[in-house]
Structures are given as C-alpha cells and as structure tokens.
C-alpha cells in the first residue's frame, strides 16, 4: 500500500476530499519523522511504536577486495507493533 493508497482510504471512509487528508498524512508522517530525528520515540496506543535503535559499532568484511572495515555506532529508526496489532494479524 502506497501513500496515495492511504489517502484514497482515509477520504473513502471519512467522506474527506483527498486534498486535505493528503496534507494531514504528509503533516502526520512530518511529526513522526521529526520526534525521530529528536530521538523521541512516538507511542501510537494499540497500533505500535516508531522508536530509534541504536546499533554498536562492528567490523564488517569486504569479501571481494579482503579487507576489513569499521562500520561506526549509528540510530536506526524502527516500528515495534503493539500486541493488539500483532494478534489481529494471525
């Protein structure tokens, strides 16, 4: 599903034009991104988490060249659903 796929949804099934519900998901999606580079996790009740990992630093090897590199310690973005989420699906 692609943004344009969730903005046809929402403006279905609100009766919204698809004008105004694209700004709300581009601002929703503009918050989101911004808590995240804040390193503010956004909780979203019984839907999951948008929550920043952080991954150490490790030793990766280029095979075709047979050197060594270090790739430093970094902050990844992630998504942990919720419990309600997960068991909806099985």
């Not at 919204?16 to 519900?21: H, L, P, Q």
């Not at 601002?27 to 996790?41: C, D, G, H, R, T």
């Amino acid at each position: 599903m692609t943004k344009a796929d969730i903005v046809n949804e929402v403006a279905k099934a609100t009766g919204i034009e698809k004008a105004t519900v694209q700004i709300v998901v581009e601002s929703f999606m503009e918050s989101v991104k911004n808590s995240l580079a804040k390193k503010n996790p956004v909780f979203l009740r019984g839907f999951g988490s948008f929550i920043i990992k952080h991954r150490a630093e490790k030793a990766a090897r280029n095979i075709t060249k047979e050197t060594t590199m270090v790739i430093p310690a970094h902050d990844i973005p992630a998504f942990k659903p919720a419990k309600v989420f997960v068991n909806s699906i099985k």
